[in-house]
């Protein structure tokens, strides 16, 4: 059940004590209630807490909050809706995907009738409630962040194409193909289904797809949240800045060429001064204070 729940505990990583542990079971829970107290329209869902998690472990509780604030209400929001309905329709552009790359594998898949249910977790926690290797979660994280609100969909097709021929061998029937889909091997080739995720995204858009168009927030707002964010990119803010200061009477400077158009590179969104790979590049120094011990487990 994953809507309606209370939020349950989630994994953390291994090595972090106990005393440590509490304190972010604790900072997590207060992260969540904070989200759903300003926003009463979203709901928690089973799940969140993996995102908050995540999150919360590289940035720290501070910077965490006004991050996980604008992902409730863009890229995930329609998880985050009282009932299913609207995290249906983003499973549902799951299988015209596998058809148009691989019809076999769509035959093999509806003739099963396993449906797309195995990738729901893969899809609200952003994978972070299916791998084991922190490392992966936090590469997928950065992935999701700066791009397209679907895109765990096309990185969930990317995967299942990655394994067509695993599947292919399995018996086909319900049972057996979603115990197999729904584990993730430990040893994926993530860059190379990052890009395929990518590529699939280009050759497939969205609006193809949907067999039926309903209203997703998470897609309508998109744009404007894009807009949003590149006016707050590191080189669009050192610009406002030094337009202030030469209207101000400083020293006229030379604002910094415009950076180029690239969806999939938006350093410092939402007023946060890295992003999350940057940050758990440079490790956290949350991280830092569980030894090196720790740190080796993570990266």
């Known amino acids: ?26 900072q997590r829970a207060g992260l969540i209630l904070h989200v759903l107290r300003a926003h009463p329209p979203l709901h928690y869902y089973q799940g969140y807490h993996d995102v908050a998690l995540v999150l919360l472990l590289v940035l720290g ?29 983003i499973l549902n552009y799951l299988m015209p995907l596998l058809q148009r790359e691989s019809p076999r594998l769509h035959d093999f898949m509806q003739r099963a009738e396993v449906g797309t249910l195995f990738a729901l977790s893969w899809l ?21 962040l700066a791009s397209h609100p679907l895109m765990p969909v096309y990185f969930a097709a990317a995967v299942v194409l990655h394994r067509e021929e695993e599947v292919l061998g399995a ?48 897609i309508q707002s998109f744009g404007a949240f894009q807009h949003a964010a590149s006016h707050q990119r590191p080189d669009a803010v050192l610009r406002r800045q030094r337009r202030e ?11 910094l060429p415009a950076a180029g158009h690239n969806p999939l590179v938006k350093a410092a969104v939402w007023g946060l001064s890295a ?15 569980w030894g090196p011990e720790f740190l080796l487990r993570l990266f």
Do not use: N
Request: glycine share 4%; charged share 20%.
């Open 1 to 26: 059940m994953f809507w309606g729940s209370p939020p349950q505990p989630a994994a953390l990583p291994p090595g972090v004590p106990p005393e440590q542990r509490r304190v972010l079971q604790q």
């Open 61 to 89: 509780q501070r910077r965490a909050a006004p991050l996980l604030e604008q992902l409730s209400t863009h890229h995930l929001r329609d998880f985050m809706d009282p009932t299913m309905d609207s995290t249906k329709h």
């Open 124 to 144: 609200i926690t952003w994978y972070g409630h299916v791998l084991t290797d922190f490392h992966h979660t936090l590469r997928l994280y950065d992935f999701f």
């Open 171 to 218: 018996p086909c029937d319900m049972p057996s193909l979603h115990q197999l889909l729904s584990r993730i091997p430990p040893d994926l080739p993530y860059e190379r289904l990052v890009l395929r995720a990518q590529e699939l995204f280009q050759r497939h858009p969205h609006a193809r797809l949907a067999r039926q168009h309903r209203k997703s927030i998470a």
């Open 245 to 255: 200061l030469a209207g101000a009477g400083g020293d006229a400077v030379s604002p």
């Open 275 to 289: 992003t999350l790979g940057a940050v758990a590049l440079a490790v956290t120094h949350t991280a830092l204070d």
